[in-house]
Each structure stands twice: as C-alpha cells, then as structure tokens.
C-alpha cells in the first residue's frame, strides 16, 4: 500500500461527499437535534442535586452522539465499494496504480472522516456540558476517544460488507443490521440466557419471637366498672396498666431454597456493545460511592454482572444489627471486578478487520468469478 495513492482516494471520495447539498443538510438537522437534546437535558438536570446534574447532562449528550453516529455511518459506509463498482467508477481506478488496499484503506479513511464531521459538529455542545458539569478533563478525553474508534469500527464494517455484497442498498441493510446486533442484539442476547441460566442459593434465616406469660393474674370483675362519684381506684385493683410486656427469644434456624439467574457466565454478550465499552471505558466520577453520571451506573450494571450470586445466604435477627456492616458501594464493585471494554472493543475490531479482509479477497483484481449482474465498466 502507498500513503500517496491512499491520500489520493481518500480525498476523491470527501471530495464527492462535500459537493452534494444532502450532506450540509444532514450535518444541519444533527446539529438541531444536539440543541434540542443539550436544552432538555439542562432543564431535567435543573431538578436534581448540583453534584450530579452536569455529569448526567455530558453523560447524555455523549450518548446521544453515539446513538446519532451509529444510526448515520452505515448510510455513508455501507455503498463505499459496490456504489462506485454501480456506477462504473471502480473499475478506471483498479486499472492504475492504487492496489486494492489502497482502495479499501482509502474508501475507509473517507468513511471515518465523513463520521467523525458529525462528531467535530457535537464538539461544542460536549465542551459545553463539560464547563457547566465540572466534568474532569480525563472523562472528555477518554469519551471523545472511544466515540473516534467506534465510528472508524462502524465505518470499517460498512465499507467491509460493500465489498463483500454486491447490491448497495443490500449492503447498507445489513450494515444496519450488523450494528443493531451489536448495540440491540446483544441485551437481548443478554437478558435471554440469563434467564436461562439459574441456580439453587440455599437460605437459613431465623427472627426474635415474643412469648407471652401464661400466669397473668385475672383481674377482679370490681375492677372492670367504677361506682357513681367514685374518683381514685380500688386499692386492689392498682396493681398495674392490665398490659403485659412479652418477652423475645430467638426462633429456631429455618432453611429454604430458592432459584435465581445468573449473569456471571453471560455477561460477556454485553462487552461487544459501543454503549457498553463506552462506559467501561470512561473514567467513573462518584459521590459518597455513587457514580454521578449515566457512564458509571451502566459501569456499575455491567461489573455486578460479572458477580457469581452468593451459594448461601443467612439472616439471624437475633443478632445486633449494624447498618454499616457489609453495605458495599457503587465504587467498591467497581474496584473488586474486571474491566470488559478492551474485550467488547477487540471483538468489535476483529469483526471489523474480517469484513476488511473478505472485502480486499472479493475486490482483488482480476477476479476469478464474479456476482451475476455485476457491472464492470
């Protein structure tokens, strides 16, 4: 591959992308979008605490991004080889020098470039949520880096399964496809075998149990009525309130069983998820142990997910009970599990790197066999 030859298709490709007037008009509408979203975001965060209101606010924009990137990559991405093969413009360019990893490398440089326009248009609203959220330096560099390499990862796959196919509009569904098994297929994957996977967790438990005297007194019937202009109580009939304060002793030690899911052996479905990398990336931002932002409670899901439920539980209600004792925070979970995002983003980018590959073995020249209907020149 030659830098020069890749520049030169690359630029060939924005070049086309900025001519038309369908591109200034997408970039207008996202930017609309971002200021209504940026605006309720603000108004909602007004009624919660000031701790937490500008993280949530920079947490949700930054989502919001992402959601609006993943929706829009495919369309640009996703007829970058067989579009130019449709409209007879592949062909003069595998004639000269560019190899075909120029052209695959070139196509998704473009790809990426034309992604990351939207993302350089959500940049101010990002700085703004940072400023007024007090958001760390950290949190909007790591953020805006994991937003670079999904939408090179999203542009990688479309430009891979261009490629591959050889309609574009079949191509452009599947790349929709592909990132919807990733950002919808894989809760779904998810939630479904937890609930198929379960076990037993066995439970002991015992409580305090009153125990009533059995010799209380039977009270005179004299002392169930007072006699006319009778002002002070028989003096046998003073010897209490009638009220007997029962006694607690512990009960016997019940057991049970019961069935609950686990997560601990599927949680990895969700490691391939750009919402969850995201936020597995990002550095977390707590408050008494409690993440303040959107990033650390998805952060916070995704790790208890990786916990093993308890084999057996035990509460004895005689014991003194402390309301500190065993309470474990947000930010503790945290720091006793295992990040997953560089495993989600791995996957990601052997999906990637396959599709690339299978694109560059369907686009060699000359090719051996061809789709029916293809056109070459």
């Not at 899911?261 to 409690?290: C, M």
């Amino acid at each position: 591959m030659n830098a020069a030859r890749i520049g030169v298709i690359a630029r060939l490709e924005l070049t086309q992308r900025v001519r038309s007037a369908a591109w200034y008009v997408l970039l207008g509408v996202f930017a609309v979008l971002l200021v209504a979203v940026t605006a309720l975001s603000f108004g909602a965060a007004g009624t919660t605490s000031g701790d937490t209101a500008g993280a949530t606010v920079f947490s949700i924009v930054v989502y919001f991004v992402l959601l609006l990137v993943v929706l829009v990559s495919p369309t640009l991405s996703g007829n970058a080889i067989n579009g130019d093969r449709d409209a007879a413009t592949l062909a003069p360019v595998q004639v000269t020098l560019a190899t075909t990893g120029d052209i695959l490398v070139g196509k998704l440089l473009a790809a990426w470039v034309t992604g990351l326009a939207f993302l350089a248009v959500a940049l101010p609203f990002l700085v703004i949520a940072t400023v007024s959220g007090g958001v760390s330096i950290s949190v909007l560099l790591v953020s805006l880096l994991v937003l670079v390499v999904e939408v090179g990862v999203v542009a990688a796959i479309g430009v891979g399964l261009s490629g591959i196919l050889a309609r574009p509009l079949f191509s452009v569904a599947v790349t929709y496809l592909t990132v919807a098994a990733l950002v919808l297929g894989t809760p779904i994957a998810f939630g479904l075998a937890t609930a198929a996977s379960s076990t037993t967790v066995e439970s002991r438990s015992r409580s305090l149990e009153p125990v009533y005297p059995t010799d209380v007194p039977t009270v005179a019937p004299e002392c169930m009525t007072a006699a006319p202009g009778q002002t002070e109580p028989l003096p046998q009939c003073t010897g209490g309130s009638g009220f007997i304060e029962p006694q607690y002793v512990c009960g016997e030690w019940t057991t049970s069983e019961y069935r609950t899911t686990r997560s601990d052996h599927v949680w990895w479905l969700l490691a391939a998820n750009p919402f969850i990398v995201l936020a597995d990336a990002t550095p977390s931002q707590f408050v008494d142990g409690y993440p303040r932002d959107l990033f650390g409670t998805i952060k916070v899901f995704i790790r208890s997910a990786q916990l093993s439920p308890e084999a057996a539980s035990e509460y004895d209600g005689c014991a003194v009970q402390n309301s500190t004792d065993g309470s474990i925070t947000s930010e503790d979970r945290i720091e006793g599990t295992t990040p997953s995002w560089f495993v989600g983003l791995a996957v990601q980018l052997a999906l990637a790197a396959l599709l690339l590959w299978r694109a560059a073995v369907r686009t060699r020249t000359p090719a051996k066999r061809m789709p029916p209907g293809t056109r070459i020149a």
